[in-house]
């Protein structure tokens, strides 16, 4: 059970081009071929359906969370936690976060791909809703790993 000073050192916020260089040393962190910086400086930037949510933790950007939401369908690009504040809920917490923005953006469902061999991720995603939809043969260029694609009605 977290304390309230736990809960009240946790705020969201939505990202900006300024958040960039941390977003990218989270990805670096957390992926074994991480996003470039470009990418998300894209998507930040110009792309009208990305929308990028940050975590901050005792005022120190913890994760984040981007989303692409197009017309009712909302697709997490990307979810990650810098590894020190992991086991905490607070990955839980992001992607409840996210989802309830997405809705509100009139998404009605949302989806994602996970690596098949990531059962946290898998566990986290099933416990709040997400249903597996199918596979991504070899989508992952590092190991050629697949996907499993999730889905939720929002």
């Given amino acids: 059970m977290e304390s309230c000073q736990e809960r009240e050192a946790v705020t969201y916020r939505v990202a900006t081009e300024a958040d960039v260089e941390q977003i990218v040393e989270i990805e670096n962190r957390a992926f074994t071929v991480p996003w470039p910086a470009e990418a998300f400086y894209q998507d930040i930037l110009t792309n009208r359906f990305a929308l990028y949510l940050l975590l901050e933790y005792g005022g120190k950007v913890a994760g984040y969370c981007g989303v692409w ?46 690596r098949v061999s990531n059962l946290p991720a898998k566990s ?24 499993l694609v999730m889905w939720v009605n929002l």
Avoid: C, W
């Fill in 69 to 114: 939401i197009v017309i009712d369908e909302a697709h997490i690009t990307n979810i990650a936690l810098l590894p020190e504040y992991r086991g905490r809920k607070l990955g839980q917490n992001l992607l409840e976060k996210m989802m309830s923005t997405a809705r509100k953006a009139g998404a009605k469902t949302m989806t994602l791909e996970v």
């Fill in 124 to 147: 986290l995603y099933k416990k709040l809703g997400f249903q597996e939809g199918g596979i991504r043969k070899r989508y992952y260029t590092d190991n050629q790993e697949d996907a």
